[in-house]
């Protein structure tokens, strides 16, 4: 059965940082390509926005153009983690963030993190 587990969301401040973490099990972390996603406050009923992806081997990453130069998504394929820095953070970054990872077709999501961000 797979999970995801987000962690480390809370308030900060603007400029300030956070370090999200996913924790995998249930498949072969280290094969598959995962992504983080956020969606805002009040965007319930919408799509979540695409943040973050990496490839199964940490080598290749891609970004949203609104936190390039400020996020750094990675892993750990020893310990099935799956990490977002997030520097010089901004009241828009204030988000439910969310793991996700495509399996046969199907995406699996986490249960999200809150980040919320004060100017």
């Known amino acids: 059965q797979v999970q995801l587990v987000e962690s480390g969301g809370g308030l900060v401040q603007a400029g300030g940082s956070l370090r999200l973490s996913c924790a995998a099990s249930?498949?072969?972390?280290?094969?598959?390509?995962m992504n983080w996603y956020r969606r805002a406050p009040g965007k319930e009923g919408e799509l979540r926005d695409l943040?973050?992806?990496?490839?199964?081997?940490?080598?290749?990453?891609t970004y949203a153009d609104s936190v390039k130069g400020r996020f750094t998504i990675s892993r750990d394929n020893v310990k099935n983690i799956l990490y977002l820095q997030m520097n010089d953070l901004k009241p828009e970054d204030s988000a439910i963030y969310y793991c996700?990872?495509?399996?046969?077709?199907?995406?699996?999501w986490g249960p999200g993190t809150q980040v919320t961000v004060s100017s």
């Open positions: 943040v973050a992806t990496i490839d199964h081997g940490g080598v290749t990453t």
């Open positions: 996700n990872v495509v399996i046969q077709g199907q995406n699996k």
């Open positions: 249930g498949f072969y972390f280290g094969v598959y390509n």
